[in-house]
């Protein structure tokens, strides 16, 4: 889970920097130091671990510095702009800045960027790019303008995509939003109008952003107090070309919108955002850390002495002016996961408990409390000081049965493991079988013949992980063609994706009868409905009438004259299941996992056919089978319901039919459902004559209060 430790004040005294902050806060070449720019006169290099200043360069009185001052990671030099247009370069060993290089340039400067891996870039507020060397050698070369008239840059980032450096700048005119977005190594400038979505126009407070494969991640935060995000292309269709691009919300009201300081946003990591402002109206100003992922709120911490909707990110720290001194609070995060999230309320403290730092060592915790009872014992005579010293600290269980997975033998950690299933839960419990897991399938992954499954289908029957906790799980079932355990984990896991299951599907359809012979399946959800198969092949049911459908009947003559072509028995293929029962139970585990019909379609489509028909084979059957009882339920310990069964044929056919449409085994299955179909409308026609029957009915009851002591009415019911 995400955490906010106790931040610590950076600067002895308050910085010169006016209402609205300082106006930068930017790496150093050097690990643990940063440049602190006021939006007055001076620089400051700080050394964050040792909250102390390195050194201070100021321009002369009548200057104001005008850009943020940055390390040039190529030289090691530092980069300011004073006056828009002067551009200063210095080093640690100087002390006047008056002294120092000087360049005066055509054209009024935005910003300065510099990151690792390339040389520094300098953004001009008419929207044209240079390249530092470029312009020092030809300093009063003449800057083209970019952006049209009124339009103002608001926001602007620099990093690295795929190697190659990619600025990012946002412009507004009249309320309107643009991104234009500079590749240099294609020399590619592509402009974008961003579509806010909102219904009134709002004001966009804060950007931050982060890069994918395949987009570059925009959030900003809105004066309505949303969190809004939009995809931008890495590599556009068309990228000379002026694309609309439209925000989608992803967090609602995590700030109020009338907040008097304004709002910042910054993104963390992939699935955590920080926000800093007042939550509510009337309520102080905090720092938050928000769940993009479960869009929940991780931690938040109360800024008392008010802040200047000011935020800067590096690292594990965030940096913000708190009242007039600017506070570094360190960051904290475990990677996200749902179970994670559930596990949060176990390790809320109660109030009035005794805080204890974040993030503690726990493996070293038990030893430090040794540690502090023998301080509080040095009192006593030295024999029992010396008992005390001797005293090692108790090992976990968890961390001798992790340190166990990585040298014993399969079979004794199966033992150690069973002892540690046996032991009572601790609130952490989830997270350290997350941990098991995780280490046995490292061992796996870096010893081949390695591969304890019974140890993991203990792990799985715990009930308590998640595919998102242990992602490598399937994979490593999937390969080794494993599925007993993927049985198990379709049936415990809660959030698997639907590619993940797709590939189950495939597995479970391709799998030799005579591999899953010797598997050993859990069959309680077929038991009660299939008869034992003697040579992969069911034994031949009677016929029965479901539902009003007998599959014997062709209430169709076209297909009847098709049917007829081949004169075997219709019945036989309609109530015999054309799947061996381990097979047939694989498949239950499927149809009854949990998925979403957008992002399952797509993986369907890679089935081969002959399975997909198959497989559409295997649910006629069950529908035949869920007919045959009045519930329309078929027996068994958690069979699957006739909805996930009508569900599932509908997948399949709208993913595939285009393919099994033309295969010659899939025809008579086809014209069967067609058959099927048609019957369940008939059906459904003639109870809805019922029903309208019923309501006549009833209205007639209702209305016999009103009637008079005799009456004559023609009731039409068909």
């Known amino acids: 889970m995400a955490d906010l430790e106790e931040g610590f004040t950076l600067t002895a005294v308050p910085l010169g920097s006016g209402p609205d902050g300082p106006l930068g806060v930017e790496q150093s070449d050097k690990t643990d130091q940063f440049l602190v720019t006021d939006s007055g006169r001076t620089v400051i290099l700080y050394k964050v671990s040792d909250q102390k200043p390195l050194g201070s360069w100021s321009v002369k009185q009548g200057q104001i510095i005008t850009c943020p001052a940055v390390c040039n990671f190529q030289t090691g030099e530092y980069i300011v702009v004073h006056d828009n247009k002067v551009l ?62 009124e339009e103002v840059i608001k926001w602007t980032k620099f990093f690295m995509v795929f190697r190659h450096p990619v600025l990012i700048f946002i412009t507004e005119k009249h309320g309107n939003y643009f991104a234009y977005v500079q590749k240099f190594n294609s020399r590619i400038l592509s402009k974008y109008t961003l579509l806010l979505g909102q219904e009134e126009k709002c004001v966009i407070q804060s950007f931050s952003t982060s890069v994918g494969r395949k987009f570059i991640s925009l959030m900003s935060l809105s004066s ?12 556009p269709s068309e990228p000379e070309k002026n694309q609309r691009l439209v925000q989608s919300q992803l967090l609602k009201s995590v700030v109020s919108g009338s907040a008097r300081s304004g709002a910042a946003l910054s993104i963390l990591d992939q699935d955590h955002i920080a926000v800093l402002g007042a939550p509510r109206p009337a309520s102080k100003e905090c720092l938050s850390v928000w769940n993009t992922k479960f869009q929940t709120l991780q931690t938040s911490k109360e800024l008392p002495q008010g802040t200047s909707g000011q935020l800067w990110y590096y690292g594990e720290n965030l940096f913000m002016l708190h009242g007039k001194f600017l506070t570094v609070i360190p960051y904290k995060c475990e990677v996200s996961s749902l179970a994670g999230a559930l596990g949060k309320l176990k390790h809320s403290q109660d109030p009035g408990t005794h805080v204890t730092p974040h993030f503690v060592n726990w493996e070293t915790s038990q030893g430090c409390e040794l540690g502090s009872q023998n301080s509080e014992q040095s009192k006593r ?51 350290i079988i997350g941990d098991v897991v995780i280490g046995l399938l490292g061992r796996c992954k870096a010893e081949p013949s390695f591969y304890p499954r019974n140890c993991l289908m203990q792990l799985v029957q715990t009930h308590v992980l998640s595919y998102s906790l242990c992602p490598g799980l399937m994979e490593v079932a999937l390969e080794k063609t494993d599925v007993q355990i993927l049985q ?31 598997a050993d399946i859990n069959m309680e959800s077929v038991s009660d409905y299939m008869d034992p198969v003697q040579d992969g092949k069911m034994e031949e049911q009677t016929t029965f009438l479901q539902n009003g459908f007998n599959p014997e009947e062709d209430n169709c003559d076209s297909c009847a004259q098709k ?7 219709t019945a036989d293929e309609s109530t015999s299941c054309p799947l061996t029962p381990k097979r047939a139970a694989l498949l239950n585990a499927i149809l009854r996992s949990a998925y979403s019909e957008t992002f399952l379609l797509p993986h369907l489509k890679d089935i081969p056919a ?11 059957f069950l529908y035949l089978k869920c007919s045959e009882n009045a519930t329309m339920t078929l027996p068994g310990t958690h069979p699957p319901t006739l909805n996930q069964i009508m569900d599932w044929i509908c997948l399949l056919l709208d993913a595939n039919f285009t393919v099994v449409v033309m295969i010659p085994e899939a025809k008579r299955l086809l014209l069967s459902l067609y058959k099927f179909v048609k019957s369940q409308i008939s059906i459904c026609s003639e109870l809805n004559k019922i029903e309208v029957s019923f309501r006549e009915l009833q209205k007639l009851n209702q209305e016999k209060n009103n009637r008079e002591l005799y009456s004559i009415e023609v009731l039409e019911l068909f």
């Open 224 to 235: 309505d107090g949303c969190v809004y995000e939009t995809l931008i292309p890495i590599h």
């Open 488 to 518: 198990l984990c379709l049936q415990q896991l809660p959030d698997i994706p639907e590619s993940v299951t797709c590939a189950c599907l495939k597995v479970f359809l391709s799998i030799g009868d005579d591999t899953l012979q010797d």
């Open 381 to 431: 005579i030295l024999r029992r000081r010396k008992i005390q010293v001797s005293v090692q600290p108790e090992v976990p269980a968890s961390t001798q049965l992790l340190a166990t997975i990585q040298k014993d033998s399969e079979k004794h950690i199966e033992v150690e493991l069973r002892k540690f299933l046996a032991t009572k839960r601790t609130p952490d419990f989830h997270t």
């Open 563 to 569: 049917l007829k072509e081949k004169p075997q028995a």
């Open 88 to 149: 200063r370069i210095w080093n640690n060993e100087d002390v006047n800045l008056d002294k120092v290089f000087k360049a005066t340039l055509s054209a009024e400067v935005y910003r300065i960027h510099s990151i690792q891996g390339t040389e520094p870039l300098v953004l001009f507020k008419e929207g044209a790019v240079r390249g530092l060397e470029a312009l020092l050698a030809e300093p009063q070369q003449k800057i083209e303008t970019v952006i049209s008239d």
């Open 610 to 620: 002959q399975h997909s028909t198959l497989f559409l084979q295997y649910l006629y």
